[in-house]
T-cell receptor, first 114, second 113 residues
Framework: DAGVTQSPTHLIKTRGQQVTLRCSPI?????VSWYQQVLGQGPQFIFQ???????GRGNFPDRFSARQFPNYSSELNVNALLLGDSALYLC?????????????FGDGTRLSIL | TQLLEQSPQFLSIQEGENLTVYCNSS?????LQWYRQEPGEGPVLLVT?????EVKKLKRLTFQFGDARKDSSLHITAAQPGDTGLYLC?????????????FGQGTILTVHP
């Protein structure tokens, strides 16, 4: 079975631009979460979606938004990019939103802001 | 705000040595997960511990969840070069936090042949 797939794998943008990152969960998984991992740190929670509804939001500005589609895939949008948005953006899927549900991560999108 | 303090941040050892990585918090977690991450890849789940005092073994890796569910440890016996990587602990708070994971800052392990 295919794992969590993310696209693109790498992306270079300039300050002020907008970016859309995409995630396809493992087949049958209905929950998708997004994390930001800055170099040298652990991932930080951005959003969780389940059944197309937002179920959790981390401490990120309103420039960050996301949505989940009927096929459970998801997009993360970031507007007005800043240099500090340079990071690895990880998507994780799980069967549902239960607290002990194991989360399976994709290999991420490496976003570089110039 | 829940925080997970992971130590040590860096660990460089010789093949065959034993090591322990610690993950501590002042908050209670419903469960704690350990991940390993290779460069250029996403974290891969190693284990989930749920019950206070729980011990799980995965070959040469032993994971323990503290009795109060505030801390955890990962012990590797007879480390091998293939164990090299970034080890991350992550706690799930439960309640309305659903599946949100709070990660520690990670431990970079290097095992020299």
């Amino acid at each position: 079975d295919a794992g969590v797939t993310q696209s693109p794998t790498h992306l270079i943008k300039t300050r002020g631009q907008q970016v859309t990152l995409r995630c396809s969960p493992i087949s049958g998984h209905k929950s998708v979460s997004w994390y930001q991992q800055v170099l040298g740190q652990g991932p930080q929670f951005i959003f969780q979606y389940y059944e197309k509804e937002e179920r959790g939001r981390g401490n990120f500005p309103d420039r960050f938004s996301a949505r989940q589609f009927p096929n459970y895939s998801s997009e993360l949008n970031v507007n007005a990019l800043l240099l500090g948005d340079s990071a690895l953006y990880l998507c994780a899927s799980s069967l549902w939103t239960g607290v002990n549900q194991p989360q399976h991560f994709g290999d991420g999108t490496r976003l570089s802001i110039l | 705000t829940q925080l997970l303090e992971q130590s040590p941040q860096f660990l460089s050892i010789q093949e065959g040595e034993n090591l322990t990585v610690y993950c501590n918090s002042s908050s209670v977690f419903s469960s704690l997960q350990w991940y390993r991450q290779e460069p250029g890849e996403g974290p891969v789940l190693l284990v989930t511990v749920v019950t206070g005092g729980e011990v799980k073994k995965l070959k040469r890796l032993t994971f323990q969840f503290g009795d109060a569910r505030k801390d955890s440890s990962l012990h590797i016996t007879a480390a091998q070069p293939g164990d090299t990587g970034l080890y991350l602990c992550a706690g799930a708070a439960g309640g309305t936090s659903y599946g949100k994971l709070t990660f520690g800052q990670g431990t970079i392990l290097t095992v020299h042949p």
